[in-house]
């Protein structure tokens, strides 16, 4: 007789943990792809979208053959107090059958902490990753418009393997803090407060965008960011939603507050540009701004919070990151470094402020797993709760996050800047896609006709100039297309003007 499932496996848990990986990775491509690619002016619309394909591209290949069990293996101790539970052992997680073992995480499996899973390794591993990969691509709106592709790759590859392994391990890996008491539902310290912190040390290291991009706040599609940030906003079902790891009570309870504090933070920006912003205007963009923020403050407590918590907390957290983006965003350091997206004030700021206030607003009666046969219930309890030291715990995380990802990043860059410019050379910012890609995401159609038509009078001219000379070898007209006759081409739009059809 055959059976279609292992005796572990449980089909609804591995059915939700699928779909919760397949709603992240849609928030990395298409939804960062587009939202970015929307946000950016048009010229660089294409390098958006190749740098997010190969960031997600490049974390998955290191993945599965070293970084997934530097974040969830084995602990790797290299030396007292926190080197001695800071990162896991690389290795790979693919090959021998090892995708249909059961899922495990050594520190956590058989603690006490959670119950063992019900799906395979490859749902886990594949799960864990869309968060990993993400996490780079978040960052990526702080260097868009200027940083190098060639040093992009393998500085996602470095990163991922230095920077969000240890991010991972320590929290969520069975790791030092961890095992201190510290907490972080889905990825506010690890994922948004890295970003923020890396990002912002990318863009200084780096240098600003041209005076002009930085001049212009207008995206080149408004739609786009919308269809991006929807992606995002639904997505982040799957984000928080798939992390108790078990299609129950608590993962219902994680989705409805995710989206509680997304809808108080969007309203709350919202209201605070109607009545105190520069314009005393809502816009859109600035409802986008409080979506995410309330999106990342609830991810690293969506689990341990009730839904008043949830709407105190994007209340909360939308107020701090809008003062920070107004008032903030004018002194040093921030005014002196070009945060191309803000990234470090609605990931980092907002992930900051999430992973606070879940030590104040983390409630004993939001059961994470429930206990039986005299295990006690999984809960957590904040401040209000009467438990203040989680709210010192969760500082000191996340002044360690801050530190290590800071310093790593930058000695990171420095190597990869060693090997291959950083940023692109001004002639090359100045034209954008057209320059690095040979590719423009809106071409203009008259130019795509004139240039097609100056190819195609091109053609003849060198195969007529080849049957007179008998054959190949003689000589023949340009085999590449040219502008017509009186026409420039532009360097901010690059179109071809000049001249009448």
């Not at 990802?405 to 100045?430: C, H, M, N, Q, S």
Request: net charge neutral; hydrophobic share 50%.
């Amino acid at each position: 007789m055959l059976h279609p499932y292992p005796t572990y496996l449980n089909a609804g848990d591995n059915t939700w943990q699928l779909v919760s990986a397949t709603l992240v990775g849609l928030m990395s491509i298409p939804g960062i792809a587009v939202l970015y690619g929307g946000l950016v002016q048009k010229r660089w619309a294409v390098n958006t979208l190749l740098m997010t394909f190969t960031g997600f591209s490049v974390v998955l290949v290191a993945w599965v053959l070293w970084t997934y069990d530097m974040g969830f293996g084995t602990p790797w101790h290299v030396g007292p107090g926190i080197l001695n539970s800071m990162v896991g052992i690389p290795g790979q997680v693919v090959g021998h059958g090892m995708e249909q073992n059961q899922a495990n995480i050594p520190l956590l499996s058989g603690a006490g902490l959670m119950p063992q899973f019900r799906f395979p390794q490859s749902t886990l591993v594949y799960f864990q990753f869309v968060f990993a990969a993400i996490t780079p691509l978040l960052f990526m709106g702080s260097v868009l418009g200027r940083m190098n592709l060639k040093a992009w790759v393998p500085f996602v590859l470095l990163w991922s393997t230095f920077v969000y392994s240890v991010n991972a391990f320590l929290i969520w890996g069975g790791g030092y803090w961890a095992g201190k008491g510290a907490i972080d539902w889905s990825g506010g310290y690890v994922i948004h407060l890295a970003a923020g912190t890396s990002g912002f040390v990318a863009a200084a290291v780096i240098g600003p965008r041209l005076k002009r991009d930085r001049e212009i706040a207008a995206p080149n599609n408004l739609m786009f960011v919308a269809v991006g940030a929807g992606l995002l906003w639904l997505g982040w079902n799957g984000f928080n939603g798939g992390d108790p790891y078990f299609a129950g009570a608590n993962a219902s309870t994680a989705v409805i507050n995710t989206n509680l504090c997304a809808a108080a933070a969007l309203l709350t920006w919202v209201l605070w540009d109607m009545f105190a912003g520069p314009q005393k205007k809502p816009t859109f963009l600035g409802g986008v701004n409080g979506m995410i923020v309330g999106l990342v403050a609830i991810t690293p407590a969506a689990g341990f919070v009730d839904g008043t918590g949830a709407l105190l907390m994007g209340l909360i957290s939308s107020s701090i990151v809008w003062l920070a983006w107004n008032k903030l965003s004018k002194v040093r350091p921030f005014s002196k470094v070009d945060d191309a997206m803000g990234v470090v004030y609605t990931h980092g700021i907002a992930g900051l402020t999430g992973g606070l206030l879940v030590g104040f607003f983390a409630n004993p009666d939001v059961i994470v797993y429930i206990g039986s046969g005299g295990t006690s219930s999984v809960s957590y309890r904040g401040l209000i709760y009467g438990h203040p030291w989680l709210v010192m715990l969760q500082l000191m995380t996340a002044l360690t996050i801050i530190g290590w990802d800071a310093i790593v990043t930058f000695i990171l860059l420095k190597i990869v800047g060693v090997f291959v410019p950083l940023r692109y050379t001004d002639e090359e910012l100045e034209l954008g896609d057209v320059a690095v890609h040979d590719e423009e995401v809106y071409p203009d159609e008259r130019v795509l006709e004139r240039v097609g038509r100056a190819g195609a009078l091109a053609s003849a001219s060198k195969a007529t100039s080849i049957h007179s000379a008998g054959g190949a070898g003689g000589g023949g007209g340009p085999d590449v297309a040219l502008p017509p006759t009186g026409m420039t081409a532009s360097t901010d739009e690059t179109t071809w003007e000049g001249g009448g059809r």
